[in-house]
C-alpha cells in the first residue's frame, strides 16, 4: 500500500478547490462553445464575432499597406504582428463558420428544402473562402467580399430578441 504524502494531498485539495472555483463562478451568459448537443446557441453573437473579426482584417490589412516598403527594425516587426493577427483572425472566422455554423446548425435536407441546404452551404463556404482570400491578397477588395459574404451569410440567422 502506498502512502500518501503532503504534496499529493495538496495538488487533490488545489484541484478540488481549482474545480469548486469554476462551479461556482460560471458566467450569467452561456453561448455555444463545443460541439456536444447542448442546445446552447447564440447565432446572432457569433455572426457578430464574425464581423469584428472582419474589422479586424481590414484594420490590419491598412496597416500592414501602410508598413510595407519601410525597412526599419519597428516597421519590419509591426508589419509581421499585423500580418499574424490578420491570419488568427481569418483563421477564426473559418473555424466558427466549419465547427459552429456548419457542424451545428446546418442540417441537410431532401425534397422541396434542397435548394435552401444548398444556398445555405454556399453561403456558410463563400465566408470561408473570403477570409481565406483575406490570407492570400492583403488588400482592401478582399476584406469587402468578406464583410458582404458575412452580410449574406447573416440572414440565415435573424436576431429573434
Given at each position: 500500500m502506498?502512502?500518501?504524502?503532503?504534496?499529493v494531498?495538496?495538488?487533490?485539495?488545489?484541484?478540488?478547490?481549482?474545480t469548486l472555483?469554476l462551479w461556482t463562478?460560471?458566467?450569467?451568459?452561456?453561448?455555444a462553445?463545443?460541439?456536444?448537443p447542448?442546445g446552447i446557441y447564440d447565432d446572432?453573437?457569433?455572426?457578430?464575432?464574425?464581423?469584428?473579426d472582419?474589422m479586424?482584417?481590414e484594420?490590419?490589412?491598412h496597416a500592414?499597406?501602410?508598413l510595407?516598403?519601410?525597412?526599419d527594425?519597428?516597421?519590419?516587426n509591426?508589419a509581421?504582428r499585423?500580418?499574424m493577427?490578420?491570419?488568427e483572425h481569418?483563421?477564426?472566422?473559418i473555424k466558427?463558420v466549419?465547427?459552429?455554423f456548419?457542424?451545428?446548425?446546418?442540417?441537410?435536407a431532401?425534397?422541396a428544402?434542397?435548394?435552401a441546404y444548398?444556398?445555405?452551404l454556399a453561403?456558410h463556404?463563400a465566408?470561408?473562402?473570403?477570409?481565406?482570400k483575406?490570407?492570400q491578397?492583403?488588400?482592401?477588395?478582399?476584406v469587402?467580399?468578406l464583410?458582404a459574404?458575412?452580410?449574406?451569410l447573416?440572414?440565415?440567422?435573424?436576431?429573434k430578441k
Open positions: 502506498k502512502k500518501v504524502t503532503p504534496v494531498v495538496s495538488i487533490a485539495m488545489l484541484a478540488a478547490m481549482a472555483l463562478n460560471h458566467p450569467a451568459e452561456v453561448k462553445h463545443c460541439q456536444v447542448c446572432p453573437a457569433r455572426i457578430q464575432q464574425l464581423r469584428e472582419s479586424t482584417i484594420k490590419a490589412i500592414i499597406g501602410e510595407s516598403g519601410k525597412n527594425a519597428t516597421s519590419i509591426q509581421t499585423w500580418i493577427t490578420k491570419e481569418a483563421s477564426h472566422i466558427v466549419s465547427e459552429y456548419l457542424t451545428q446548425k446546418v442540417k441537410a431532401a425534397g428544402e434542397r435548394n444548398l444556398d445555405s453561403d463556404h465566408v470561408m473562402v473570403a477570409a481565406m483575406c490570407k491578397v492583403p488588400e482592401p477588395a478582399s469587402e467580399a464583410n459574404a458575412i452580410t449574406k447573416a440572414t440565415h440567422y435573424p436576431d
